[in-house]
């Protein structure tokens, strides 16, 4: 079968692979096609901070094992895009932070080991909040990353580059991390879709850390099945983690694949989070989850309201664990073992410190380093770190009611379309309350994904979002694979397809 | 309101090694005093009653073999050092003139 090189980069990652797969085209051109989109586009979109430049080298050496007859990994040979919060060995990993610029892992996170063990293709990495700080990509040390269905817009965030990387066609897969929603608000800005696993599903070890109870590595695709596969190549157990689970998952793929066939959400019990679906969610977006809410009532589904009180509070526990654990992880960056040093003679190894952190670190890391060691500070930690660990077990607790009276929850992923670059740079709050969906997740642990569900008035993307119980992240992919080919042909298409074409891209 | 101060900023900038400017301090105070204002709220609703969550999934005393692992060799661990002298990492003085 012959394809056109700009047709590779438009296929769902599941489908190129099968070409790989069967011989119909081979890594080097599959990597080549991805690598061509990159430089025709990423002037414009700047997703990727780096290109990894022995890209088309580690194609090659796959075909050549798929041609001595090797059986390889169903994915070997895609490529693949790698949020820059992962460490990776030969590229650099910097987080997003000016105070890493440069700086080159002496180790592989699990989770890219494992996608280079199956064999699949790093394109680069991409770009990202300053240590997963933000929720627009504005933060990043290195320029904003703009949305490739409006390149005047934010594409979410902390993941934004990654996000906007498979929006815009520059690669299939990719991975993200997701702290608040890092993962799930930028699926919901771009039209694509993102899991944030349960926590300890996925492996947290080479991924530098923002806020450890928290922080959880997930796909970021096109298609749900996409996700599914990237799921299980990259999840289980971890010894190098001691937060990691140690538990057999089914897989995600036959999940996403049953899902998408059956067409169906008979039996399927789904509640409606009543606190999230009001106040601060924009009326087109709400429109848009109404109609969601009615084709799943036709595809059989059981829709009930259910109710977490405790989610109002979300953002505020949010912002001051994160901000906690924050300050204690970046502690790190103390300028001796790597990373900026800043000196001038005669000074103490403390005032390096101080002066290398101050020229390191950008505005917002800053404020929540001082934000969490504010929290975490005598006089204060009962009231407010203390307090927020009890919210936190309260919004366990509505989650557990919650899936007592449902099998899965659905929510608006993000209260609004994606907002216009420098809308809500100044505004810090602004900025934290566009959080509001996503976080609860984060708080209990529990696995989430973001998935679109039409356009807004202003014509960009909307996301929905699926929370299961903790460990089912499973039903994600069942009913997540189902909602996405029911919408679908009522869109004539996955989402993506709609995108405008880019200036950089046309043939 | 918070009655977060200049002085408050500068200390927990001390405790945290980050040398700001007085204009970081500045804008700082007003948007910590903003944003604690913000997230007081959490004291709202937690009881004594109500047990903390540091984590989502309970665990505890996570333990592996104590057997030698795979390790990063010295040339590795200082690849991205900013100073060192093949054996240590080399930094400036530990002690200032006045201790």
């Known amino acids: 079968m012959e394809q056109a090189p700009s047709e590779l980069t438009r296929l769902p990652g599941h489908e190129l692979a099968t070409l790989i797969a069967a011989g119909d085209v081979s890594s080097v051109e599959a990597t080549q096609a991805h690598l061509d989109r990159i430089a025709a586009v990423d002037g414009e979109i700047h997703a990727f901070l780096h290109v990894n430049g022995g890209a088309l080298e580690q194609a090659k050496a796959i075909d050549e094992r798929r041609a001595s007859g090797e059986q390889l990994h169903a994915l070997a040979g895609a490529p693949v895009a790698i949020k820059d919060v992962l460490c990776t060995i030969g590229m650099p990993s910097t987080s997003g932070s000016r105070i890493l610029e440069g700086w080159v892992p002496p180790y592989d996170a699990t989770v890219v080991a494992r996608l280079k063990a199956a064999g699949l293709v790093a394109l680069g990495k991409t770009n990202m909040d300053e240590f997963a700080m933000g929720s627009s990509t504005e933060h990043s040390a290195y320029g904003p990353t703009r949305n490739p269905w409006d390149t005047e817009r934010i594409p979410g965030g902390s993941g934004g580059g990654s996000a906007a990387a498979v929006a815009a066609f520059e690669a299939p897969f990719a991975l993200g991390s997701d702290t608040g929603g890092s993962i799930r608000q930028p699926a919901a800005v771009t039209g694509t879709v993102g899991v944030k696993p349960t926590y300890g599903g996925v492996s947290r070890y080479g991924a530098i850390a923002l806020a450890s109870s928290l922080d959880q590595v997930g796909p970021v695709t096109r298609t749900v099945l996409d996700s599914a596969l990237i799921h299980d190549v990259i999840g289980g157990h971890d010894p190098h983690d001691s937060t990691s689970l140690k538990r057999e998952w089914p897989s995600f793929t036959a999940a996403a694949r049953e899902g998408a066939a059956s067409g169906s959400l008979a039996g399927l019990k789904v509640g409606v989070v009543k606190e999230l679906d009001s106040e601060g969610i924009a009326a087109d977006v709400q429109a848009r989850f109404k109609e969601t809410v009615q084709v799943l009532t036709d595809a059989g589904a059981e829709v009930v309201e259910v109710s977490c009180p405790s989610f109002a509070y979300s953002v505020a526990a949010y912002y001051l664990i994160l901000p906690a654990e924050a300050s204690s992880n970046l502690a790190r960056f103390d300028s001796v073992r790597f990373g900026l040093r800043v000196e001038q003679q005669g000074q103490t190894v403390e005032d390096v410190m101080a002066a290398s952190r101050e020229a390191g670190f950008g505005p917002e890391v800053k404020r929540r380093i001082i934000l969490g060691t504010y929290a975490l500070s005598a006089g204060y930690y009962d009231a407010y770190y203390g307090s927020a660990q009890k919210v936190r077990t309260l919004i366990q607790r509505d989650f557990d009611a919650a899936f007592e009276q449902a099998d899965l929850l659905i929510s608006p992923a993000a209260p609004t379309t994606a907002f216009k670059i420098g809308e809500k740079i100044d505004d810090p709050l602004a900025m934290y309350v566009n959080d509001i969906t996503t976080i609860p997740a984060n708080l209990a642990g529990i696995p989430g994904m973001g998935l679109p569900m039409g356009l807004g008035d202003d014509g960009l993307p909307v996301g929905l979002q699926l929370l299961a119980p903790m460990f089912e992240d499973a039903r994600l992919y069942r009913a997540g694979a189902t909602i996405e080919a029911l919408l679908a042909d009522g869109w004539g298409g996955i989402l993506t397809t709609k995108a405008p074409e880019l200036a950089g891209g046309a043939a | ?99």
């Open chain 2, 1 to 99: 309101m918070s009655e977060i101060t200049r002085e408050d900023v500068q200390h927990l900038a001390g405790l945290a090694r980050i040398a700001l400017t007085d204009d970081e301090v500045t804008s700082l105070t007003a948007e910590l005093s903003q944003i604690v204002d913000a997230i007081a709220t959490v004291r709202e609703v937690a009881g004594d009653d109500i047990p903390a969550t540091s984590h989502p999934v309970p665990m505890a005393n996570v333990l592996r073999e104590d057997v030698v692992g795979e390790t990063l060799t010295h040339e590795q661990a200082f690849a991205g050092a900013p100073s060192h002298d093949g054996e240590r990492f080399r930094v400036t003085a530990i002690l200032g003139e006045e201790q």
